[in-house]
């Protein structure tokens, strides 16, 4: 659980520097998800972090998967997310 907080925290600042605001939020069972608040014209997205093997991703969509491996990769997610190019 505390990485994957960690890691939606490092999100919710890397979304900072791209201008969005976003809420983490974590449940008393641990569960984890970033809430991406919406802007005009978009909509509010949530995404999780996902472990499959030794690889954490993000998870958004349902199926929108970026593999997190150091702050470049955290960056890139929120970049992708806000739609601001890097």
Do not use: F, H
């Not at 976003?22 to 996902?50: C, D, F, H, N, T």
Request: proline share 2%; with cysteine; hydrophobic share 50%.
């Amino acid at each position: 659980m505390q990485t994957r907080v960690r890691l939606l925290a490092d999100l919710a600042i890397a979304l900072v520097e791209c201008g969005r605001a976003s809420r983490v939020v974590v449940e008393a069972s641990g569960e984890a998800v970033l809430m991406l608040r919406p802007v005009w014209g978009m909509r509010a997205v949530g995404v999780v972090v996902v472990r499959a093997g030794a690889q954490w991703a993000y998870l958004w969509d349902g199926s929108r998967r970026r593999p997190v491996n150091d702050m470049g990769d955290v960056r890139a997610a929120a970049a992708e997310l806000t739609g601001v190019e890097r």
